[in-house]
């Protein structure tokens, strides 16, 4: 069934508004992703278990984890590529290894290779108590036109206003 209660025109396309090269967008924000660091190919993100988050069981959903340990590799590569430039994850393979049932978990990322426009990484996401609980690999492809259209970066004095 569909829902006719959302107002016209908030379906897209939408104008996103980052605070920098290396922050979160508004999906990361809804998980409530936070980048401890970015650099030098290298990314830890982290993320609270809220119950917004949990499955039926009432885990972890096994979504959410992977939006955290993708992210984390694109913190990792964006710390690598010149701010503006325009990837997207061309394939992915997760592997679940523990439920999570409560607290934060923490995602360490790194670039593991990068040939011509084709990069890969690798994410390992913990539990408080240090346990792996996923392990993540993903491809991504850098757009040849390497700019991003449509997004506004507030603080990066190199891009100007608008990229």
Request: glycine letters at 8%; proline letters at 5%; hydrophobic letters at 45%.
């Given at each position: 069934?569909?829902?006719?209660?959302?107002?016209?025109g908030?379906?897209?396309?939408?104008?996103?508004?980052?605070?920098?090269?290396?922050?979160?967008?508004?999906?990361?924000?809804?998980?409530?992703?936070?980048?401890?660091?970015?650099?030098?190919?290298?990314?830890?993100?982290?993320?609270?278990?809220?119950?917004?988050?949990?499955?039926?069981?009432?885990?972890?959903?096994?979504g959410?984890?992977?939006?955290?340990?993708?992210?984390?590799?694109?913190?990792?590569?964006?710390?690598?590529?010149?701010?503006?430039?325009?990837?997207?994850?061309i394939?992915?393979?997760?592997?679940?290894?523990?439920?999570?049932?409560?607290?934060?978990?923490i995602?360490?990322?790194?670039?593991?290779?990068?040939?011509?426009?084709?990069?890969?990484?690798?994410?390992?996401?913990?539990?408080?108590?240090?346990?792996?609980?996923?392990?993540?690999?993903?491809?991504?492809?850098?757009?040849?036109?390497?700019?991003?259209?449509?997004?506004?970066?507030?603080?990066?004095?190199?891009?100007g206003e608008?990229?």
């Amino acid at each position: 069934m569909e829902d006719k209660s959302e107002p016209a025109g908030l379906t897209g396309p939408h104008l996103i508004e980052m605070g920098a090269w290396i922050s979160c967008a508004p999906f990361e924000r809804l998980l409530d992703m936070k980048i401890v660091e970015a650099a030098g190919g290298r990314a830890v993100l982290s993320m609270p278990f809220r119950i917004d988050l949990a499955q039926g069981a009432g885990l972890m959903h096994g979504g959410a984890l992977v939006s955290l340990a993708d992210t984390a590799v694109v913190m990792a590569i964006k710390s690598l590529v010149p701010p503006g430039t325009h990837f997207a994850t061309i394939s992915l393979e997760t592997v679940f290894l523990y439920p999570v049932k409560q607290g934060v978990v923490i995602a360490r990322a790194r670039v593991v290779s990068q040939e011509d426009r084709i990069v890969q990484g690798q994410a390992i996401v913990y539990n408080e108590q240090e346990r792996p609980v996923l392990e993540f690999t993903s491809t991504f492809k850098m757009a040849r036109d390497r700019r991003i259209r449509g997004v506004v970066f507030r603080d990066s004095e190199d891009l100007g206003e608008r990229i």
